[in-house]
């Protein structure tokens, strides 16, 4: 089977700023040194120097980086809590919506309570195991889940995820 070749997503240049191919390189130096893993860790120290080819993905002005960091907690904090039926069905408390432009946090039973939102629920969540197929193609024990997530996309009309 030959190897694949690297590809990227066009957000990595336009949120982190950086070459993908020399980023990569980076990444890559990265696991050889370390017998095959990066780290978040490793790739932030690797970042650190101006110099670094990974240097501009990443916030280097403490205050914005506390900053985003906190919202990153805030995000982490309301993703843990769920509800739990009689039945014993556990789900998230809280979806992330857009209401009249903005978005945020919204109590589920609320946001599927509600035709569109439902929709948006409904979209992004087969928006986001559209990408878990992306991550996961070469598993083929999963191929009659991924077939069934493309029939009900079909049905509701999500494109595939990029």
Same mark, same amino acid.
Request: no cysteine; charged share 35%; proline share 11%.
């Given at each position: 089977m030959p190897m694949p070749e690297i590809a990227y997503k066009q957000q990595l240049k336009l949120l982190h700023r950086v070459n993908p191919d020399k980023a990569w390189t980076e990444i890559q130096k990265i696991c050889k040194a370390n017998d095959g893993l990066a780290s978040a860790q490793a790739i932030v120290d690797r970042a650190r +120097? *101006?110099?670094? +080819?990974?240097?501009?993905?990443?916030?280097? =002005? =403490? !205050? *914005? !980086? !506390?900053?985003a960091h906190r919202r990153e907690q805030a995000r982490s904090l309301i993703t843990n809590f769920e509800l739990v039926f009689e039945n014993g069905e556990v789900v998230p408390a809280m979806v992330n919506v857009r209401v009249n432009k903005k978005r945020g946090y919204m109590q589920t039973q609320d946001a599927v309570n509600d035709g569109d939102l439902r929709k948006q629920v409904l979209k992004q969540a087969l928006a986001q195991l559209l990408g878990l197929e992306a991550r996961f193609k070469s598993l083929s024990e999963l191929a009659g889940v991924f077939q069934e997530v493309h029939t009900v996309a079909r049905t509701q009309g999500v494109e595939k995820a990029a």
């Open positions: +120097p *101006k110099r670094s +080819p990974l240097h501009r993905a990443f916030q280097w =002005d =403490d !205050a *914005k !980086a !506390a900053e």
